[in-house]
């Protein structure tokens, strides 16, 4: 069982930078593939990032891409989104996902879930 909690979110001017947090509960946080997603009102939840067990590998879509970067550190069971250059369309909640699956997903068959954190870019 792993319980994800992120933080870091707020209100930011276009261009600006923000970073997110996901602290994980959970002693076999190092095994889990993690994943960044979020959902914008009346849109559907959409992919964001992807980090392997070891951070060794990431993915993010061309959206994002350059912008954003996925990190983690095992040793402090958390995981990061760094966001920078800051678009008026990532305004979303923003959330934090782990899977037992040993390899990179994008989809959202992610096995636990974070509540959200809410980003709000203005333009």
């Known amino acids: 069982q792993v319980q994800l909690v992120e933080s870091g979110g707020g209100l930011v001017q276009a261009g600006g930078s923000l970073r997110l947090s996901c602290a994980a509960s959970?002693?076999?946080?190092?095994?889990?593939?993690l994943g960044w997603f979020r959902q914008a009102p009346g849109k559907e939840r959409e992919f964001v990032a992807a980090i392997t067990w070891d951070g060794t590998y990431t993915y993010s879509p061309d959206s994002v891409k350059g912008r954003f970067t996925i990190s983690r550190d095992n040793a402090k069971n958390t995981l990061y989104l760094q966001m920078n250059s800051l678009k008026a369309e990532d305004t979303a909640v923003y959330y934090c996902?782990?899977?037992?699956?040993?390899?990179?997903?994008?989809?959202?068959?992610?096995?636990?879930w974070g509540q959200g954190t809410q980003v709000t870019v203005s333009s």
């Open positions: 996902a782990a899977s037992r699956v040993p390899r990179l997903i994008t989809t959202m068959v992610y096995d636990y």
């Open positions: 959970g002693r076999t946080f190092s095994a889990y593939t």
